[in-house]
């Protein structure tokens, strides 16, 4: 379904069905030993969408699929992505911020993975519906975070700054942001607007991470659409092209550099070669190339 100014979701529809995709990404990258989240699999079998449990299983032939999957290349990107983003939390943690702020949260359970500094608070944003599943979920497995975990169960298009502070976070402190996988479901102002607040709320030496697509018809081409009828047959839902906002948008890097960052960037092959890594050639994962990994140190 189309996107709507208000529209809301779990973690089985619409934006938040692709959280527990990319969860279940994550899940064959913890396989395959690149990251360590034992969360992934639990809590992508939670929310129960047969199309992520029957992949997992193995009961569903992924290539036939999309002939450009296979389980290591999911799971090297995942790698790629997972770690960029937790280096964004240990870098800044390793430089003294103890107040961390994940937004878009969905499935990401970094406030019960990461060894957080003793007196470090995380801060976990997203829509009201996927926070409460992820917490009463984790809580029933018996997870502890391993910081002072808060959440702040408001939508990215509403004043979530004043949730925040209202959760107990201060902006006078250095903070660790990530933005993971968020942009291209917000209208492109509203993506402005996230990056003006971040930068309202940041103390200098504050830290934030997110990635840049410079160009998101890839995800409503004919591959795309294929894929997405394939995936039907096994009665998935997603749609990327009908979730996503698109049209021209801010250069992320130009935006954070405009708004006293000191930004760097990292395109797909080189993030894939530092990981040790080889960025798929082929075609249509080529297009992913011009894709990057931002990070930023307030000045
Ligand atoms: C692709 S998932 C990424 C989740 C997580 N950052 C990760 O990488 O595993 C997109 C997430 O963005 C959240 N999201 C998108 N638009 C949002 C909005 N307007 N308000 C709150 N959350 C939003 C969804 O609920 C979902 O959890």
Known sequence: MARTDNDTWDLASSVGA????????RVLAHREGLIDDPFAEPLVRAVGMDFFIQALDGEIDLEAVDPEFNVRRAAEGMAVRTRHFDRLFTDAAAAGARQAVILAAGLDARA????????????????????????????????QPTADRRTVAIDLREDWPKALCDTGFDPSQQTAWIAEGLLIYLPPEAQDLLFDRITDLSAPGSR?????????????????????????????EIEMGELIYHGERNDVVE?????????SAKTMPEAYAANGFTFPEEETIGMFADMSYVAAVKS
Do not use: C, N
């Open 255 to 263: 935006y954070l550099t405009g708004h006293g960052w000191i930004v």
């Open 112 to 143: 019960y993975r990461l060894p957080w500094p003793a007196g470090t608070t995380v801060f976990e944003v997203d829509q009201p519906e996927v926070i409460e599943f992820k917490t009463t979920t984790l809580d029933r497995l018996g997870a």
């Open 18 to 25: 692709t959280a527990t995709m990319v969860a279940s990404q």
């Open 208 to 236: 934030v991470a997110t990635e840049h697509i410079p160009d998101v018809t890839m995800f409503s081409d004919e591959r795309s659409q294929r894929i997405a009828e394939r995936m039907k047959k096994y009665g998935s």
